[in-house]
């Protein structure tokens, strides 16, 4: 498994067919480092047999932090190539009721493990 750092703490690697891009505790993602990220998030689908995304959010990140747009940003862009089902683990529930159950056309869903998440993003549709 290859990683990548597209921002500072924000890696990008790939497990089980999906596109893992972790985000740490206070992370900043300004519209430089949203650039990286999406760039390498894209090319990463291109060179590889991808077929869903996942954003691990670690503990103190929110689905509302402003940079997390950038990474919804990626995600439909993703559709185009392939990307099926986006999967979102967090550890703030209380915001996972706003995330949509679907984003132009690719499934989405919450998890409360990174386990749990591969596992849903593996099965069949």
Same mark, same amino acid.
């Given at each position: ?18 596109? %893992?891009?972790?985000?740490?505790? #206070? ?5 430089? /480092? &949203?650039? =990286? ?23 103190? %990140?929110?689905?509302?932090?402003? #940079? ?5 940003? /990626? &995600?439909? =862009? ?37 386990? &749990? ?9």
């Amino acid at each position: 498994m290859s990683e990548f750092e597209a921002a500072p703490g924000v890696t990008v690697t790939v497990e089980q067919n999906a596109v %893992v891009v972790t985000l740490p505790s #206070g992370v900043n993602i300004d519209r430089q /480092a &949203a650039r =990286a990220i999406n760039q390498e998030f894209m090319h990463t689908i291109r060179s590889e047999d991808i077929t869903g995304a996942l954003t691990i959010l670690e503990p103190g %990140v929110s689905l509302s932090n402003p #940079g997390f747009k950038h990474v919804e940003d /990626a &995600a439909v =862009a993703g559709y185009s190539l392939g990307v099926q089902r986006w999967a979102v683990v967090t550890d703030n529930f209380s915001d996972a009721d706003s995330f949509p159950d679907h984003v132009i056309g690719i499934e989405t869903g919450v998890f409360e493990t990174k386990q &749990a998440a591969l596992n849903w993003l593996a099965r069949e549709s």
